[in-house]
DNA sequence: ACTAAGTGAATGGAAATGATTGTTTTGTTT
DNA sequence: AAACAAAACAATCATTTCCATTCACTTAGT
């Protein structure tokens, strides 16, 4: 098996549950015991997982009720959700994918009378009892951990439905475009892209050359991105030279 | 069992009531106490329990302020609910509809490996975590305060579904069969008896001679009731003739 | 054939665990 | 209030589990 794909795999497993131990990698990627203590240690140094004993546990974007509780999304994170939100008019018709950030931009969504389109259960919460909300929820197979609603069920729900906006979150962009590492998450996520007159990305700095196990899309069917002044001056001219508006919030 | 995740469920179980006993933690998690103790004390340095004698209180929000501040269920529902749960085993595939009774039915469900249809945001939140349950979630216009998705893409998603058992609550019941207030609701309520093999209604003894806007089905679309022992035997009659098994709690 | 990278097994050391001990606290009885 | 028993606790120790390191082996590319 070649090197990067038992490293996806392993990231795969590991997000699937948020807790992995070695010994389930051990046996159910059917490598050695040192060689998964090997790639465990290479994506805790490359920030993809953090190490504990007796296995790793995800980081990223998974927003379990736990995290979600506990450390509150970045300062980053914060400022852009504020400045996606006033990107918004009211009146609009809005879906909203899941993740951290996006969540983020729903708390600041409140007082605007809007439509509100969403797979993730943790947002559907928060704006059900918004009466200025119209809120729709795209059912599906509710991942376990993230809230996120995928499969099938949702790809159809969602091809009946348009939006003017969408807002969504990604794993990675390069110049090749966005990724994510569920493949699941991936199909469900170009079908809001298909049902959507405008893209708005939200992206902390970080996620610049990131790449993660599936590919999204490319950087054209993104409109415009959001993200913190922790971009790169080269970032941005493969950004704007792909023909995206840029909106940077400064930390 | 690795220790961020005996960590993370002692802190779960504790959450859940606001204390946890050390022997109940012993037990559950599976841990001997010396561990237990060292986990207790690690969490209170952390600060996210409170170390009491004989076990550790949750810091920050328990769950069970929160119910208790939505007036905490009755006792007849509780019961009801406990009672519909040990007619459910594992394996089964439910359908669970809107309303505080399913919602309990729903919390003595965990444990349980169950496949989980359902409409309502407060049940699916519930039971998002839980990695038995196998949660779908049904879309649609999710209705204010109560969080239940209804309407045309919650009946069309239905269409699609096949469960062993639906468990669903009433707003009346006559000898005419049951009622709801509110349209866009029975219309999704008759889809999902019709996805059902089973349909097990809870009630308590106050729904009986009550008469609600709409008409949802006849008594005969309903194989069994679970209710407490306020039901006149009068209704006993009734219900007992239409062919329906009867399961009565005591109150 | 040689090198470099990757892999799997073996080793010793570190950390975590469970049982045991003796001590402190709590509640009950007199 | 004193004496006692039961429960809960902290401290210690042997055992187990987990981990980093090392080394030998395989594979692929030059």
Redesign the interface.
Same mark, same amino acid.
Request: aromatic share 10%.
């Given at each position: 098996m070649i090197v990067d794909e038992r490293r996806s795999r392993i990231l795969q497993i590991a997000e699937e549950?948020g807790?992995v131990?070695l010994q389930r990698l051990v046996t159910e990627v059917g490598a050695s015991e040192s060689t998964i203590r090997r790639d465990l240690e290479f994506l805790d140094s490359s920030g993809q997982i953090q190490r504990?004993?007796?296995?790793a #546990?995800y980081l990223g974007d998974s927003l379990?009720?736990?995290d979600s509780?506990r450390s509150r999304a970045s300062q980053e994170k914060q400022l852009i959700a504020r400045r996606t939100a006033d990107l918004i008019a009211p009146g609009e018709t809005v879906l909203l994918d899941g993740g951290t950030t996006t969540l983020e931009v729903a708390r600041h969504l409140t007082g605007k009378t809007l439509q509100v389109l969403t797979?993730s259960?943790?947002i559907?919460?928060l704006l059900?009892?918004?009466?200025e909300i119209?809120?729709?929820?795209?059912?599906?197979?509710?991942y376990?951990?993230t809230?996120v609603?995928l499969g099938e069920? #949702?790809v159809e729900?969602l091809k009946?439905m348009h939006a003017s906006r969408l807002v969504m979150s990604t794993g990675g962009i390069t110049a090749d475009g966005l990724f994510n590492s569920n493949a699941l998450l991936v199909e469900t996520e170009r079908q809001m892209i298909r049902a959507a007159d405008r893209v708005t990305l939200v992206a902390d700095s970080s996620k610049f050359g990131q790449r993660a196990l599936s590919h999204l899309c490319p950087l054209s069917d993104v409109d415009e991105i959001v993200t913190d002044d922790g971009m790169s001056e080269e970032w941005r001219l493969v950004i704007e030279s792909a023909g995206l508006k840029t909106e940077v919030v400064r930390t």
């Open positions: 549950s807790f131990s504990t004993r007796g296995g #546990s379990s009720d736990f509780r797979n259960l943790p559907a919460s059900m009892n918004r009466p119209e809120l729709i929820f795209i059912g599906g197979y509710v376990p951990r809230g609603a069920q #949702s729900a009946k």
